[in-house]
């Protein structure tokens, strides 16, 4: 592909407003091995029976304690079901000789605590500079013996972000026409019983505006908050 910004690869569909998962990869699999080394891409396989696009409401299972299930707009996208355990599902998108000045995207997480780290229930957020084949976002939590951080309130055995979780990647001149991937791994137990999901919404140029009804205050609070450098995380190569 020709480099510069005329040929600039866009977000395509990043927020799911088409109601459908065009121009992702997806998949889904039987949860074999510790968090730490399931490889998302390896379960790219075209599966979706897991997970699903989703219209505004309530999570089935925190309720009102949880911000709105879409972020913006009229969809997002919820990986791995609801219902039960033992299964694993991913959902990725590449863009290539990307030019514009940030990528953003948002994110909410339950998971159900219980077993050892090979074993838990967690989730992987990758941010991929594929140039340079760095992880400059990446967020892994587990549900073991409550592995996570602050972003997570408790509900009985389960953990959950409150409110959308905002991440941005400000592209400076060392980033600019790099590609980059997302990936969103969400993972039950390796048993059949204790779940784990997470729901993206929001990947794009620009920071979505909260427009599904009438926005959690909290949310309202952390969109101030997520530009000025709530979860953002860059690691650069070495020189």
Known sequence: ?????????????????????NSWSVGTASRNGNLSTLNPSTYLNG??????????????IIGA??????????????????IDGGHLSVVSQTVTNYTDSNI???????LEGAHSAEQAAGMKIQLTDLTTGIDIISRIYSAEFSAVDARFSQ??????TPVWQIEQLAIDSSL????????????????????????????????????????E?????????????MGVARRRKAA
């Open 104 to 110: 953003f995207f948002a994110w909410m997480s339950v």
């Open 217 to 229: 205050p909290a949310t309202l609070a952390l969109l101030g908050l997520g530009v000025l450098g």
């Open 155 to 160: 509900a009985g055995d389960y953990y959950y």
């Open 65 to 82: 304690s949880m911000a709105n299930t879409v972020y913006s707009g009229n969809y997002a996208y919820r990986v791995e079901n609801t």
């Open 176 to 215: 600019q026409g790099h590609d980059f991937r997302l990936t969103v791994l969400a993972t039950d137990c390796d048993p059949t019983a204790h779940l784990g999901y997470v729901y993206l919404d929001g990947f794009g140029a620009q920071i979505p505006d909260v427009d599904n009804g009438v926005p």
């Open 1 to 21: 592909m020709a480099s510069g910004p005329a040929f600039a690869a866009a977000f395509v569909n990043g927020g799911f407003e088409d109601g459908n998962t």
């Open 47 to 60: 599966a979706t029976g897991r997970s699903a696009v989703v219209t505004s409401g309530l999570d089935p």
